[in-house]
């Protein structure tokens, strides 16, 4: 999952580790009498794992079940995230992993109600929505608004393009049903960003997709990179073969934005510039990045069973040979905490800390992504103890160096072994 991430109002709990087998051995137990500094920034709640479509690309398991949260489920699960202490500060929360507009919206208007019940509930949380865009209407929008829901719609581009991997059960292209989402949203005024898979199709065509944002009034953009994760166990991109196209397709992508002024905001770029021109907007007190995404309980995921898993979302729910399930206890029956008796967590958080050490070791970028995403790690590596992935070197890397080459060429600079800007390079590198 690629996330803007914000930096955290509370401390995060540092980080310490060195190689993984010895990091295994003498790395102090993340404990509840230990964890006083940690910070929750996203909790990611399924209100069902179903989909009313069938993308190809898709990483969710079970999105058949139409199974939904119960409403007694959800009181508890809010129960413990209050009780946690956990949530002391503006937090996001992700209706997610699913269609989460396939659950009625009579079904949100009580579990509003349930979460607003706390007396900070309408300061410290924003809802936000992922959703394929083909169920809004008139009514949802009423909602969404009411309750200022931001709302992320996943379009992956012009119809061919879009058609091609987004598709219902029956095989149909879901373009147009989309399309008609988002323009009602537009029309009842409702904030929204728009999220796109480049994949084999989209990457060698960024004119097009450049056009298209333009032509229908869409500012706000993310680029996620089909990815190898959960139930996408193969990216049409490649594991490797790719990258040549995704730079290609970024770079374009950029300067026809610079030549119109840039006009839309591209999260990757904004990262990467952000990065460059306010290096430590994100870092915690010890100067390091802080990655909310590897960091423990910065970001919680809730199945709708109350199963719970942390780290990256997309690890939720996920089987695994090496580590067991993802899910570190169910909120049903425990507390968040009681993760941390859970062998499971303790491995996986001892090896995406390994793993970070390694990158710090040896990536200049380090200090500027904290180690990405750890579920690329897993998913393309075998292992979170483990650096480089194909998703860091297109979401991080390339954005990064895209501008800063673009800064250089402003300049006239063209020795690229004598960069403007050089960037801090970690030691022993
Ligand atoms: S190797 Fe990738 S994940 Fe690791 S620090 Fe570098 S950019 Fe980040």
New binding site residues.
């Given amino acids: 999952m690629t996330t803007t991430l914000e930096a955290p109002t509370a401390v995060p709990r540092q980080t310490s580790s060195s190689s993984n087998e010895l990091n295994a051995a003498v790395m102090p137990k993340l404990t509840p009498q230990n964890s006083d500094r940690l910070a929750m920034g996203l909790l990611v709640i399924q209100p069902s794992p179903f989909c009313n479509i069938n993308c190809d690309y898709c990483y969710l398991p079970n999105r058949t079940d139409t199974r939904r949260m119960d409403h007694e489920v959800l009181e508890r699960v809010m129960d413990k995230v209050w009780d946690s202490g956990l949530a002391m500060a503006p937090f996001s929360l992700l209706w997610h992993a699913g269609e989460p507009l396939a659950v009625p919206i009579k079904w949100y208007e009580k579990a509003f109600e349930i979460i607003n019940r706390h007396p900070k509930a309408k300061e410290w949380v924003i809802h936000s929505v992922q959703t394929n865009g083909t169920l809004i209407n008139d009514k949802w929008c009423d909602f969404l608004n009411e309750h200022q829901v931001e709302v992320g719609i996943s379009i992956d581009g012009p119809k061919f393009i879009h058609d091609h991997h987004r598709k219902t059960r029956k095989g149909e292209g879901t373009f147009d049903k989309a399309m008609r989402g988002m323009e009602t949203l537009k029309k009842n005024n409702v904030p929204f960003g728009v999220v796109s898979v480049i994949s084999d199709v989209s990457v060698d065509h960024p004119d097009e997709m450049y056009d298209f944002y333009r032509e229908h009034g869409i500012t706000g953009i993310g680029f996620n990179i089909e990815e190898v994760e959960g139930a996408n166990e193969s990216s049409s991109l490649g594991e490797s073969g790719g990258l040549d196209r995704i730079h290609a397709f970024l770079k374009q992508f950029y300067l026809r934005n610079k030549a119109d002024g840039f006009p839309l905001n591209v999260r990757e770029f904004q990262n990467a510039e952000r990065n460059i021109l306010e290096p430590g907007w994100c870092s915690r007190p010890d100067g390091e990045y802080y990655n909310q995404e590897a960091d423990p309980f910065g970001m919680v995921n809730v199945d709708c069973f109350g199963n719970f898993s942390s780290f990256s979302p997309e690890l939720l729910g996920q089987p695994t040979e090496k580590y067991g399930s993802f899910s570190f206890g169910n909120l049903l029956s425990g507390s968040l905490f009681d993760a941390t008796k859970n062998e499971a967590f303790q491995k996986v958080l001892a090896d995406i800390e390994a793993?970070?050490k390694?990158?710090?070791e040896?990536?200049?970028?380090?200090q500027?992504?904290?180690?990405?995403?750890p579920s690329?790690?897993y998913y393309e590596n075998g292992t979170f103890d483990s650096?480089?992935?194909h998703?860091?070197?297109s979401t991080?890397?390339m954005p990064m160096q895209i501008i800063l080459e673009d800064l250089e060429d402003d300049l006239g600079i063209t020795d690229r072994e004598s960069p403007l800007i050089e960037m801090a390079k970690p030691p022993g590198v």
Wanted: aromatic share 12%.
């Fill in positions: 793993g970070n390694k990158c710090s040896t990536c200049e970028f380090f500027y992504c904290g180690g990405a995403s690329n790690k650096t480089e992935t998703q860091c070197r991080v890397k």
